[in-house]
């Protein structure tokens, strides 16, 4: 018999695919309005870290014409989504996984071949085993990985909250029935602000895009 990986803590932050290639404007997916969705994913991570919350990551893994494009930068995550007692795994087929993951460390990244965490073995058996009272997911894309993460859970009888202003979409319109269908079947949909309060930061300090630069030199917007 498989026994549950049980987290003491209630919350779990389920991190998906904040990469440089899609959160940054210079990446060949950039999401729209990631200077926004950037300050609020900075936002949650802070708050995770202060209220000491063990933080669950997926990343894409895209192998290249050499098989070594896993490296290059725009694969990277973007550097505030890191913890420092964090472990990685590389995608295979193994589901072996350490019963004391969340004691040693804070953060687990579980790299992926496919948009569906659950097509992964390893993936599918930690989010599969995993108790936690609520899993607050951030991320993107809406209409690709975070649908697939969320329906997934939900499946799995997980209590899901979605922080839907922490989410990056391509297609506004295919991330709205995404997020009707996620909510059709059980998530939660909230905003960054309810959980993890507003932020006072001005940067989201790694983009030097246009907006990203004139923004910071904007007066803060009284109730943006
Ligand atoms: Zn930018």
């Known amino acids: 018999m498989i026994r549950p990986i049980k987290l003491r803590r209630k919350r779990v932050v389920i991190d998906i695919d904040t990469q440089r290639e899609f959160f940054l404007a210079d990446g060949d997916s950039c999401i729209r309005n990631h200077r926004r969705v950037l300050m609020n994913i900075r936002r949650v991570l802070a708050w995770s870290r202060v209220k000491n919350m063990r933080v669950i990551s997926t990343t894409l893994f895209k192998p290249g014409r050499n098989g070594d494009s896993f490296n290059s930068p725009g694969w990277q995550k973007i550097s505030y989504t890191l913890r420092s007692k ?116 001005r940067s989201t300090g790694l983009c030097d895009c246009k907006l990203c630069r004139l923004e910071e030199k904007l007066p803060a917007t009284v109730g943006a």
Not at 147 to 173: C, F, M, S
């Open 86 to 201: 964090r472990i990685e795994f590389i995608p295979d087929d193994s589901t072996d996984l350490q019963r004391d993951l969340f004691t040693r460390y804070d953060q687990v990244i579980l790299d992926k071949r496919t948009a569906d965490p659950f097509e992964e073995p390893r993936a599918d058996r930690l989010l599969s085993e995993l108790h936690a009272d609520e899993m607050i997911v951030i991320g993107g894309l809406a209409e690709g990985a975070v649908a697939a993460t969320v329906l997934g859970l939900l499946q799995r009888g997980k209590r899901v909250t979605v922080l839907i202003d922490a989410v990056g979409t391509q297609d506004r319109q295919k991330a709205d029935v995404a997020f009707r269908k996620m909510k059709a079947k059980g998530a939660l949909l909230a905003e960054t602000r309810d959980y993890a309060g507003t932020t006072h930061l």
